[in-house]
């Protein structure tokens, strides 16, 4: 259904889409909606689902794809942007009205990442292999490249699901299906996980059924956890949204089919093979390899406060040593290492790292 608004606000929003897409730098960052319950342009179909393309980070990203695999591309096609072109997707959980459109999102001879809990049903390995994509299915927190990951599965009472992470300069960008684990529940995952504060949630709340007292409490929740900016929308229901608007005034972001939201700057810390005395960092470290799963290479970083010898060897999962990364003395810094695992089977891999006294595993993923 699509939102009531008079004819003034209406060619307001229509000028603001228009614009926020002509000045974007070629630098920019954005979120647009390619499905959603609302439209925010003219001409654009509104569905119950959701969708979005994240396009000006490393790589394109498309988050779920809609309830119907011909309104997205419409929409798509409407808007100027391809679901094609992302080559990394990652769908929030297994309900219709986010994965209906996957199959038509990718089409045929897709080579992107497919990012799916691993709660899936058995019967999308298939669906998605068919149109060339890759299968990830992924419980634990997944790192697709610097700045960028999701939450892992989120426990729901009925429903796990995964939420997307941006880190921009202001804080994190969330991104979400449905939020069916609670959004307050997802977006403490995601402070646990960084230690840094949200910026803006975008996506569907979940609180169509909900009472006013129980959306107050939420809302509040929202504020305790320091949530600076709020796009929330599809199962969100109207109310929810009228209220959210009205708690976080013009940092309510309005949504629909065609809004196009330019995120914040966000700088990724250099992964170079240097180290420095003068910028040493304060601790040793071992950092989560990225992307992880990854096939079939992936860059493990790590860091050094003192000058050290430093290891770093892979083991297997009956605990065999399979490769030695690093075994030399390095000046304290921030340094990382490639692998490339061609020649390894599938499977779960250990990254340990050495340096005096100091050790720390992280588990790895290699999927072929």
């Known amino acids: 259904m699509k939102r009531k608004l008079t004819f003034l606000t209406k060619m307001a929003l229509m000028a603001a889409a228009i614009f926020s897409q002509e000045a974007l730098s070629k630098d920019s960052v954005t ?68 994965t209906a459109g996957l199959s038509s999102a990718l089409g045929t001879g897709s080579t992107a990442d497919v990012y799916i809990g691993s709660t899936f049903t058995s019967g999308w390995d298939p669906v998605i292999a068919a149109t060339g994509a890759s299968v990830h299915r992924v419980s634990d927190p997944a790192i697709l490249f610097p700045d960028v990951q999701t939450t892992g599965e989120v426990q729901g009472e009925f429903v796990y699901e995964q939420s997307l992470i941006i880190t921009t300069d202001s804080g994190l960008v969330m991104i979400m299906g449905c939020s069916h684990p609670g959004v307050l529940t997802i977006l403490d995952r995601a402070k646990q996980l960084l230690k840094k504060d949200i910026y803006l949630v975008i996506g569907g709340f979940h609180w169509y059924l909900s009472a006013d007292d129980e ?36 940092d309510f972001v309005e949504m629909g089919v065609g809004r196009v939201i330019t995120l914040p700057a966000h700088t990724i810390t250099s992964r170079e093979e240097t180290g420095s005395r003068s910028s040493a960092p304060k601790t040793f470290a071992l950092d989560q390899n990225y ?78």
């Open 31 to 98: 979120v647009t909606i390619l499905y959603d319950n609302t439209t925010y342009v003219s001409g654009a179909t509104a569905h119950w689902g959701f969708s979005c393309l994240i396009k000006g980070l490393e790589k394109t990203i498309l988050f779920d794809a809609g309830a119907s695999g011909t309104i997205l591309l419409q929409n798509a096609a409407l808007l100027g942007v391809s679901t094609k072109s992302a080559p990394i997707v990652v769908v929030s959980h297994n309900h219709t009205d986010h």
């Open 291 to 368: 992307p992880n799963p990854f096939n079939p290479s992936t860059e493990i970083c790590y860091q050094l406060s003192t000058n050290s010898v430093a290891t770093l060897t892979l083991h297997d999962l009956l605990g065999r040593e399979v490769a030695v990364l690093v075994n030399e003395r390095k000046e304290a810094g921030r340094y990382s290492v490639q692998w490339d695992a061609a020649s390894f089977p599938s499977g779960i891999y250990f990254c340990r790292f050495q340096a005096g006294a100091f050790r720390q595993t992280k588990r790895m993923v290699l999927l072929k």
């Open 215 to 250: 959306i107050l409490a939420w809302i509040a929740g929202l504020k305790n956890l320091g949530v600076k900016k709020c796009g929330a929308t599809h199962c969100t229901g109207d109310n929810g949204i009228a209220l959210l608007r009205q708690a976080f005034g013009s």
